[in-house]
């Protein structure tokens, strides 16, 4: 029988134990450090710009309620995909997205081209009651973001940090933070009450309208949807 070189080495238990750690950590170092020195691997989209304040903070909401969960953020190159969502989802669109929300389970339709395909006052009225949008509809309500007040104190460390991380926000994109948040929540809920909407005595300030926000924020960036549609189809299905 051969000589068997790694017998004695086995029976060393201490001695495995720490060559088979220094062979793991070497390997995995082989894999993740030359990334880091990369320039880049995804080619960019002009059009894609960070998250403003209050979509960042109804994309935080969308993690916090488990959208993510039931809904995939990720168009397939297929026709079938296509026909029903607009064009296939690239690499690029998500560049700013930490963490990525591409999903890999469909519950419920794909969101990545949701922004824009209905008004506002639709996306309230589903967060209300979906079955109002869709009788066959499993979406448990989430009419209580509508009575539930934004937090905000935490909205200008989140945008630190996401420029710590790589993404491009100004100092004074940073330091005028709460006040683009109440800005654009306040055109929101301006256009909520145009389309009928009877807001919570929070208005503007409500969960909801972030989360709205956010929803229409989605897809847009590639610039394939310009105008939401009417209030007319508020009853067709997502």
């Given amino acids: 029988m051969a000589w068997e070189w790694h017998r004695p080495l086995e029976a060393k238990q201490v001695t495995f134990t720490v060559l088979a750690f220094v062979a793991v950590v070497i390997g995995g170092l082989v894999l993740l ?4 020195f990369l320039q880049g691997t995804i080619e960019p989209i002009a059009g894609v710009k960070p998250y403003s304040p209050l979509e960042l903070e109804g994309r935080d909401l969308y993690i916090r309620e488990g959208c993510n969960n039931c809904h995939s953020q990720e168009v397939r190159p297929f026709k079938t ?4 969502y607009g064009p296939f989802s690239m690499a690029g669109e998500g560049i700013y997205d930490r963490p990525f929300l591409w999903g890999s389970k469909r519950t419920g339709p794909d969101l990545a081209r949701v922004g824009g395909k209905y008004p506002d006052s639709w996306h309230w009225i589903h967060l209300v009651n979906p079955r109002q949008i869709e009788p066959r509809s499993n979406m448990p309500p989430f009419a209580f973001l509508t009575s539930s007040e934004l937090d905000t104190s935490l909205t200008k460390r989140k ?7 790589g993404t491009p926000y ?5 330091g005028n933070a709460v006040v683009a948040l109440r800005r654009q929540s306040d055109e929101i809920a301006a256009a909520l009450r145009k ?6 005595d929070l208005g503007a300030h409500s969960e909801a309208v972030a989360l709205i926000a956010y929803l229409q924020r989605l897809g847009r960036d590639i610039g394939w949807r310009e105008k939401p549609v009417s209030t007319a189809s508020l009853g067709e299905k997502p």
């Fill in 170 to 174: 100004t100092d004074e994109e940073i």
């Fill in 195 to 200: 389309e009928g909407v009877q807001l919570s």
């Fill in 81 to 84: 995909e296509t026909d029903r």
């Fill in 159 to 165: 945008l630190e940090v996401l420029r710590s991380l």
């Fill in 33 to 36: 450090i030359p990334p880091y």
